[in-house]
């Protein structure tokens, strides 16, 4: 008996880019059951990406007729836009060492920038500039010595200078340090300030020097929610 195997492809779009000469083919979402990961073709729709920014111009947002959000920046990428779930990505720790306040919690003042193409993330005010509004992972992670035996330190995640997400508790038994790290899903608006701040325990808890590894934070932009 003769029989076959029914492929489902996954829906594609038709992207136009006039700061390119190609015409992309892009899934406009994850395989299905079954997908073969073959072409099926294009669904129809065809999404005109703005032309490209201009150089010195300021980072700048596009929503497509689908919903999905793109950025540029003039100096980006020659301007070009993005996919913003492919290009909000940051990640900033800290590198000098710093001595974590007992109360009230405070920024972390992380002082080095490993990723931020779009420059998403301010120094002056230890803070996060978003630039789509969406759903966005933030990420902590800290190692700090506490100079005592026994000693504990709080994370949190503040949007606009209020808590959203809280990590309580976090105990060392050595004063050589330990490490903990959290993470949270965030609802943003475009132009909110995302802010990681923590406390610890004893004045004696610090950040120490050379440990950028290990005291770090990322932002990531998972999309439209």
């Known amino acids: 008996?003769?029989?076959?195997?029914?492929?489902?492809?996954?829906?594609?779009?038709?992207?136009?880019?006039?700061?390119?000469?190609?015409?992309?083919?892009?899934?406009?979402?994850?395989?299905?059951?079954g997908d073969s990961g073959g072409s099926g073709g294009s669904d129809g729709i065809v999404i005109t990406l703005p032309p490209p920014l201009t150089s010195g111009s300021p980072l700048q947002a596009f929503t497509d007729s689908t919903g999905e959000a793109w950025i540029a920046k003039?100096?980006?990428?020659?301007?070009?836009?993005?996919?913003?779930?492919?290009?909000?990505?940051?990640?900033?720790?800290?590198?000098?060492?710093?001595?974590?306040?007992?109360?009230?919690?405070?920024?972390?003042?992380?002082?080095?920038?490993?990723?931020?193409?779009?420059?998403?993330?301010?120094?002056?005010?230890?803070?996060?500039?978003?630039?789509?509004?969406?759903?966005?992972?933030?990420?902590?992670?800290?190692?700090?010595?506490?100079?005592?035996?026994?000693?504990?330190w709080q994370m949190s995640i503040a949007v606009n200078g209020g808590a959203r997400d809280t990590n309580y508790g976090q105990f060392g038994s050595s004063p050589n340090g330990m490490d903990d790290l959290m993470t949270g899903s965030i609802v943003c608006n475009a132009g909110d300030l995302v802010t990681t701040l923590t406390r610890g325990s004893t004045a004696a808890c610090s950040i120490p020097i050379g440990t950028s590894d290990r005291n770090f934070a990322e932002l990531d932009y998972l999309g439209t929610g």
């Open 74 to 152: 003039g100096d980006v990428n020659g301007g070009k836009w993005k996919r913003a779930r492919d290009a909000i990505h940051c990640r900033v720790c800290r590198s000098a060492v710093w001595s974590i306040p007992v109360n009230p919690p405070v920024p972390l003042p992380w002082d080095t920038i490993n990723n931020d193409l779009f420059g998403l993330y301010v120094l002056a005010s230890n803070s996060f500039v978003i630039p789509v509004s969406g759903v966005y992972r933030v990420t902590i992670k800290m190692a700090p010595s506490g100079g005592v035996s026994a000693y504990y």
């Open 1 to 33: 008996m003769s029989g076959y195997i029914n492929v489902v492809s996954r829906t594609q779009h038709i992207i136009v880019d006039p700061g390119s000469s190609a015409i992309a083919v892009i899934n406009a979402g994850p395989p299905r059951s």
